[in-house]
């Protein structure tokens, strides 16, 4: 962070950015608390109208059925058996009962709490669980089968393997008759399952219109254990989720441990607001749940559509805040970047750099002015530093340029001196080799005459075999003067033919057959028809023969040689190229420049490193190149390059 603008942005909107955030999260977190407590609490209200109002059927049940046993009309409808059922009838269908039956004191008596109470003299009403059986017994087989129904799996529910809900659940009633009337208790029931019109008044109650919901989209349902038995929560548009379980969680706090549950709970398949409130029967068990709720996804999208809102508000007010405040601090900044600019400047050379007038007469102002006065005494100084360095670069290029040519004068004496002794040593090896060779020579060239005299007519079997010796003798004497003439070059002057280079080159292959034989080397020649030169046969045949025995002992008599013969043109100049090329470990990088040298030689006690030196001289003295270089897939390669002869061109000595 090396901007003072941005520093002095972050700081003057880190109120903003990081404490307003901070504040705004625990604001929303706070209202959305509260505004889920509200819902919850509505939800609670609902409930407790939903309890009250079952209350109330379940009184009201018992209350009808205590008046309708006192009444005078039952009294005369006891006396007579035909007026008896016309008014169970009648009386049934006023009080919205599914059965309503009398039960004499000398019958078995039913094990129902409310039945025992009203037998001891005290009405009673309470929700009660029926099987099928007793259904069927209290109101006929219609009655059974309209408490059955089906089981749908629902998500989230405790896993079962019913198939269908046959129980029914029942207001149940029973009030003690007089005994100047008869001896006995009228019991009647009103059977909950599938009681639509129960259900839907619970709703109407709760959230204005049964079938909607209201604003908040509300349901009621009214649970067997954890079956839907009486519901308006949909399936589809116009299918009631009958038979539809409660979820596992909600299923073990209200039924497993009896609580009051007010939370949110997925209903069916959606997510409501939701209050469940045990119901227990005339024993003090729980046997089922009454349900209200209303959905939570408008509310949730309300609560989203508030935190949009907040949030695109406090962009926006950092969206207006960091240019507002940039636009009131550019008196600050200006100066500081003008400040910066001119270091910049300064910094790349250029001293002439000035802040000038920044427009500010505070603290700020007053860093410029001092900065541009300090500015004045180091470009003072820069310029005395450049007049000293100047002159002191003056003088030492005048020692450089004499210490120079010192320098290269010694090194061109050294090495005049080194070439000296090394032609010295040279000398006095030639001399003894000349000396030590040469009566050697003698007597074997004797000998051979006296071999070829002996042997007389034998010797025309021998006859090529005896010329070769009188060659290499011939050869050896050659050399022994060409060492001479390396060592003492003035004192000897050379001929040299127009040389054809390729029966040269072939008959050469003749001489170190030997070794290509002793060995494994595998020969390959490319000799091509090449202009002449300019060279003594002698002296070629020498070289060719040292490049072929030095690349062979490269290679340890294994691998392969190659001999190319071409014309090439060098500098504009025609003349003939030979490559001498052998798949050996090369020459050493560091070494290539040295090959050349008189008694350099890779082969410690074994050569006395004068070969290539003395070829290098032969070339040279014919006006030719010869190089070495390393083939870049393995082995050295070894170029002589001679310039062509001129029609009239003779060597002559000197």
Known sequence: MTSVRLRLLIFALIPVIVLMPLLLFLSMSRWSMDYDNVLIANVES????????????????????????????????????????????????????????????????????????????TSGSAIDIFAPEDLAQKG?????????????????????????????????????VPVDVADGVLIGGALLNRNLQFIDTINA????????????????????????????????????ALGT??????????????????????????????????????????????????????????KREAFVVVTVAFLAVIGLSAPLFLWLAKGIFWPLESMTHTMRQVAEGDL????????????????????????????????????????????????????????????????????????????????????????PVAVIQGNVDVIRDTIDVEAADLTTELALIDQQVLRIEAIVGKLLTFARPAEYADFADRVDLRPVVADCLFLVDHLMIKGRVEVRTDLVD??????????????????????????????????????????????????????????????????????????QAEGTGLGLSISQTLIQRAGGLISARNVPDGGAEFAVWLPAADESSTLAAQ
């Open 530 to 603: 090449v202009p002449p030169v300019c060279i003594d046969p002698g002296e070629m045949q020498q070289v060719v023969v040292n490049l072929v025995m030095n690349a062979v002992q490269a290679m340890d008599g294994r691998g392969r040689l190659d001999l190319i013969l071409g014309p090439d043109l060098r500098d504009g100049q025609q003349g003939a190229r030979l490559l001498v090329r052998d798949t050996g470990p090369g020459v050493p990088d560091d070494l290539l420049g040295a090959v050349f040298d008189p008694f350099f030689t890779t082969k």
């Open 352 to 439: 002439s750099a000035r802040n000038g007038d920044v427009g500010s007469r505070d603290e700020i102002g007053q860093v410029a002015a001092h900065l541009d006065g300090l500015l004045d005494q180091i470009q003072d100084r820069d310029r005395e530093l450049r007049g000293w360095a100047e002159d002191l670069n003056r003088r030492v290029e005048e020692r450089t340029a004499a210490l120079r040519d010192a320098n290269a004068k010694l090194e061109e004496t050294f090495r005049q001196l080194v070439v000296s002794e090394k032609l010295a040593a040279i000398g006095e090896i030639t001399a003894g080799v000349a000396h030590e060779i040469n009566n």
């Open 46 to 121: 609902d409930l407790r109208i939903a309890e009250q109002y079952l209350a109330r059927i379940v009184d009201d049940t018992g209350r009808d059925l205590a008046a309708a046993a006192r009444s005078r009309a039952f009294a005369r409808a006891m006396q007579d058996d035909i007026a008896r059922d016309a008014w169970f009838e009648t009386t049934r269908e006023a009080l919205n009962l599914d059965f309503l039956y009398f039960l004499p004191r000398s019958k078995m008596p039913e094990p129902w709490p409310v039945v025992q109470a009203a037998l001891g003299g």
């Open 205 to 240: 109650l709760v959230y204005l219109n049964a079938v909607t919901g209201g604003d908040r989209h509300g349901t009621a349902t009214l649970f067997l254990d954890d079956v839907r038995v009486s519901t308006n929560v949909r399936l589809f548009e116009d299918v009631r």
């Open 245 to 302: 379980r409660v979820s596992a969680a909600v299923r073990r706090a209200v039924l497993g441990e009896g609580q009051t549950w007010l939370d949110r709970a997925f209903v069916v398949n959606d997510w409501y607001i939701s209050g469940y409130l045990p119901i227990t029967d005339s024993r003090g068990d729980r046997v089922g749940m009454l349900y209200v709720g209303f959905q939570e996804a408008p509310f949730a999208a309300a």
């Open 140 to 176: 006929g087989l219609a009655l059974a089968q309209r408490a059955e129904i089906p089981l749908i799996e629902t998500e989230a529910a405790v896993p079962t393997d019913r198939a269908r809900e046959d129980r029914g659940m029942v207001v149940h009633a029973a009030s003690p």
